[in-house]
Structures are given as structure tokens and as C-alpha cells.
């Protein structure tokens, strides 16, 4: 049996283009023999400036409305402040404990299909709750300055390999942007598998 593929995904909880991606990326580890290497970052990281961001959120709204249309998915979309950070530092404590895919899945729809604020601990320690994670390592977790730290090191990574935005799968030296080219990751997954 061949070695497994890595595949980085560079990920941010508050974008909408992750939350899409949440639904949609899956094929890319139950279809082939890969290895997820879950890199999320905090805050603005590897998305478009606030000044820039709010002359978007207009287009995004109607472009991620489509996406969710499509998909029969529920679009709630968050409070424009919402911060990710503890969302993100709670994402590797999930990975830690095999959790990852749940945790995920439950925070991209409180914050997405239900309109939740995922800056509030509570938020997460429901979603916690929700998949078995302990709420005393939860409550660390989101305050770990090791955890925390991961974060900014993850964007910096994302920098130096040249990634510009979110969602962002990297396999070996082909760097894949946006939820809308999970097609070209499979493809890629595919053509590898088959050398």
C-alpha cells in the first residue's frame, strides 16, 4: 500500500467560503488514502482586511446564499464580529482527540445555519458538549497560549508557501484556493493515486 498523501487545509472558522467547504471536502480523506494536515488560523488571518471585508460582505452574502441554495444547506450568517480565534485553538485540542471532522462539522453550523456568535465560549463549549469533548480541557484549550500561538505560526506557513485566502488545501507543490476547487484536489488525489 502506497504511503498516504498529505493534504494541509489552511482554514479559517469565519469565513463562508470554509463553512461551504465543511460540507463539501470530505471525499478527500474518505475516498482516498490521505493524511489531513489541519492547519486553522485566527482572527483575519489569511482573509480580506475588516475595511475591506465590509465593502464585501454584500457580495459574499449573495454569493454564499447560491453556494447554500445549491447545496440545500441553511445559511444564517454570523454577527459581522464574530472572532474565530477560540474556535480555531479549540479545533486542535478536537484533533488531538480524533474529534476534528465533528468539530468542524458542528461549528460551521452553529455559526453558519444557526447565526451564532462562535467568539463566545459558550458556543463552543456546546458544540464541545455536542461531539465528547471534555469542557475542562475546552476552557484550557481556548486559552492556550500553545494552542494560540499554532494559530499565527499556521498563517505564517500559509504565507511562506504563498497562500493568499481561505479555504486553501496544499498537496506537495500544488496549492488549491477556495471550497470551489475541491474538484481539482480530487483530481489531483486521483491522478497521484494512480502513478
Same mark, same amino acid.
Given at each position: 500500500?502506497?504511503?498516504?498523501?498529505?493534504?494541509?487545509?489552511?482554514?479559517?472558522?469565519?469565513?463562508?467560503?470554509?463553512?461551504?467547504?465543511?460540507?463539501?471536502?470530505?471525499?478527500?480523506?474518505?475516498?482516498?488514502?490521505?493524511?489531513?494536515?489541519?492547519?486553522?488560523?485566527?482572527?483575519?488571518?489569511?482573509?480580506?482586511?475588516?475595511?475591506?471585508?465590509?465593502?464585501?460582505?454584500?457580495?459574499?452574502? /449573495?454569493?454564499? @446564499?447560491?453556494? %447554500?441554495?445549491? &447545496? !440545500?444547506?441553511?445559511?444564517? =450568517?454570523?454577527?459581522?464580529?464574530?472572532?474565530?480565534?477560540?474556535?480555531?485553538?479549540?479545533?486542535?485540542?478536537?484533533?488531538?482527540?480524533?474529534?476534528?471532522?465533528?468539530?468542524?462539522?458542528?461549528?460551521?453550523?452553529?455559526?453558519?445555519?444557526?447565526?451564532?456568535?462562535?467568539?463566545?465560549?459558550?458556543?463552543?463549549?456546546?458544540?464541545?458538549?455536542?461531539?465528547?469533548?471534555?469542557?475542562?480541557?475546552?476552557?484550557?484549550?481556548?486559552?492556550?497560549?500553545?494552542?494560540?500561538?499554532?494559530? /499565527?505560526?499556521? @498563517?505564517?506557513? %500559509?504565507?511562506? &508557501? !504563498?497562500?493568499?485566502?481561505? =479555504?486553501?488545501?496544499?498537496?506537495?507543490?500544488?496549492?488549491?484556493?477556495?471550497?470551489?476547487?475541491?474538484?481539482?484536489?480530487?483530481?489531483?488525489?486521483?491522478?497521484?493515486?494512480?502513478?
Amino acid at each position: 500500500m502506497n504511503n498516504p498523501t498529505d493534504v494541509k487545509l489552511f482554514f479559517n472558522f469565519r469565513s463562508p467560503y470554509c463553512y461551504i467547504a465543511s460540507k463539501t471536502l470530505w471525499p478527500i480523506v474518505d475516498d482516498f488514502n490521505t493524511n489531513l494536515i489541519w492547519r486553522p488560523v485566527a482572527g483575519w488571518d489569511l482573509r480580506s482586511p475588516p475595511e475591506r471585508a465590509k465593502n464585501k460582505i454584500p457580495l459574499v452574502r /449573495q454569493d454564499i @446564499a447560491r453556494y %447554500a441554495k445549491r &447545496l !440545500g444547506i441553511p445559511l444564517t =450568517p454570523p454577527p459581522s464580529t464574530t472572532d474565530p480565534t477560540i474556535a480555531g485553538a479549540a479545533s486542535l485540542l478536537a484533533e488531538e482527540q480524533d474529534l476534528l471532522r465533528p468539530f468542524i462539522i458542528e461549528v460551521m453550523h452553529k455559526e453558519w445555519a444557526e447565526g451564532l456568535d462562535i467568539g463566545d465560549p459558550d458556543v463552543i463549549f456546546a458544540v464541545g458538549e455536542k461531539i465528547g469533548l471534555d469542557r475542562a480541557e475546552l476552557t484550557d484549550a481556548i486559552v492556550n497560549e500553545s494552542k494560540l500561538a499554532k494559530l /499565527q505560526q499556521h @498563517a505564517q506557513e %500559509a504565507t511562506e &508557501l !504563498g497562500v493568499i485566502g481561505i =479555504p486553501t488545501f496544499v498537496i506537495g507543490e500544488q496549492i488549491f484556493w477556495g471550497q470551489d476547487r475541491i474538484d481539482f484536489v480530487l483530481d489531483e488525489l486521483r491522478n497521484l493515486q494512480e502513478k
